[in-house]
């Protein structure tokens, strides 16, 4: 055979052990679990699978026992998706354990074994910041529960407010009594040496005197929302979060005053949610708690700001709104479930009373915190924080100091200057509501 004959024949051979080879499967292509997180609270578990690209996921529920089953698709088995099994803490209040499988050669099934039945979401978020691809899985109880049956739980049978509360969550809102505050002096023991921290304020008496002033208090972030990251690693949601537990024991010791918190662990709460629980629970007062960052180290300073309708009162304080706003796609929200008329209503509905109480509450709190640190704004701020948004509220947000400068960052770890901090929002709170009566109660 000639060379060129033969040439031809190994070319047609070649090309049919082409035709005759395996299609690759996608299994080849399949994606890479980069890593594995879960948020565990009363409210709902999160269980955060993060990917280096988009998966598509099939859930469904299964009963006696409660089950959750997800298939990933173009998946397969490796380190960090067996990690899944150790992440369940034994406290998970909806999780008692994980099953992790190669369901099909590219689907990764994921069984949930629950401790009661549940109310699943699932969907995926778009890379953002640090992130990749999310996949998240929320574990919502399939009774809600409700933020004035938390702060009754929290109380006591003495608690003036619990009886108060447990009406208002009997009754429609229209129909809830909302008693008048009675004044009290601060006890002796609460008068400590060396404090600056003023009374309870006066407030008048009426029929039903036994409804204390109730501050809704709100730490920003949490969850699989860091905040602002210090350079020694501190993270704006921990510290916040002590700052505000630290203030409700304050508020909590005074004889005419409550606190409750948007959140009390480590979890994320979308802001629309924050602004709702707070009027779920008819706060006369909201107190959204952070810690600043800027590009520069030397920025540093205690500021407050309230909410604007026109526009931000400074460029860094429209930075700032931003920052803050982009909380929910950090944190990530479902925005298959979310209202989004939520927002624009609570916008629309924004009264200037409750902006101009906001100032004035604010200009208190500023007050007291120029006593413990410096100032980065010696007046009250206002931008379009989306957190801020209560229409019947008065609503404050407090930068409590610079994270990103290392001085402020090591006195924001500190739990004496954390004291410090929740005493000088109270006593800007007393202040406030020494001189302005709650704005929920004024019809």
């Known amino acids: ?53 988009e998966l598509k996921a099939e859930h469904f529920t299964l009963e006696n026992p409660n089950r959750l089953v997800v298939d990933i698709q173009g998946l397969s088995m490796n380190h960090a998706i067996s990690d899944l099994v150790s992440k369940v803490r034994p406290n998970d209040p909806y999780i008692s354990s994980v099953r992790v499988a190669q369901n099909r050669p590219d689907v990764i099934r994921l069984v949930f074994d629950l401790k009661q039945a549940i109310a699943p979401q699932v969907f995926t978020l778009k890379p953002i910041g640090e992130y990749k691809y999310r996949l998240v899985l929320d574990l919502y109880p399939k009774v809600a529960q409700d933020p004035l049956m938390a702060i009754i739980d929290n109380g006591n049978n003495k608690d003036p407010l619990a009886d108060v509360l447990e009406s208002l969550a009997q009754n429609s809102p229209d129909q809830a009594p909302i008693p008048s505050v009675q004044g009290q002096q601060l006890p002796p023991e609460r008068a400590k040496k060396g404090t600056n921290t003023p009374p309870p304020p006066p407030l008048a008496s009426g029929p039903e005197s036994n409804r204390p002033i109730l501050i809704a208090l709100d730490p920003g972030h949490g969850g699989e929302d860091p905040g602002a990251t210090g350079r020694a690693g501190t993270h704006e949601k921990n510290i ?14 005074q004889p005419n005053m409550r606190a409750y918190l948007t959140r009390d662990n480590d979890y994320f709460v979308p802001l629309h949610v924050r602004v709702q629980k707070s009027r779920r629970v008819k706060a006369d007062l909201f107190v959204s708690i952070h ?24 460029s860094a304080a429209r930075w700032m709104a931003q920052r803050e706003n982009d909380a929910d796609l950090i944190g990530g929200v479902n925005l298959g479930s979310h209202n989004k008329q939520v927002a624009q209503v609570l916008l629309d509905l924004s009264t200037g009373a409750q902006i101009n109480d906001a100032i004035r509450a604010g200009d208190h709190v500023l007050n007291q915190l120029k006593q413990i640190n410096t100032l980065h704004s010696k007046q009250v701020e206002r931008a379009g924080f989306a957190v801020l948004k209560a229409p019947d509220i008065p609503s404050i947000l407090v930068e409590t100091a610079f994270i990103s400068n290392p001085e402020e960052e090591r006195m924001l770890r500190s739990p004496a200057h954390q004291d410090r901090i929740a005493q000088a929002i109270l006593g800007g709170i007393n202040n406030y509501f020494a001189s302005n009566p709650p704005l929920a109660r004024r019809a």
């Open 291 to 314: 810690a600043d960052a800027w590009i520069k180290p030397s920025a540093r300073g205690s500021s407050v700001f309230a909410l604007s309708q026109h526009g931000a009162s400074s």
């Open 1 to 53: 055979m000639s060379p060129k004959g033969q040439s031809r024949r190994r070319l047609i051979a070649t090309a049919t052990t082409l035709l005759v080879l395996p299609v690759i499967p996608r299994l080849a292509m399949a994606g890479t679990i980069l890593a594995v997180r879960t948020w565990p609270a009363d409210e709902y578990t999160r269980v955060t699978l993060e990917m280096d690209t």
């Open 240 to 253: 916040v979060l002590l700052i505000a537990k630290r203030l409700k024991k304050l508020i909590d010791a």
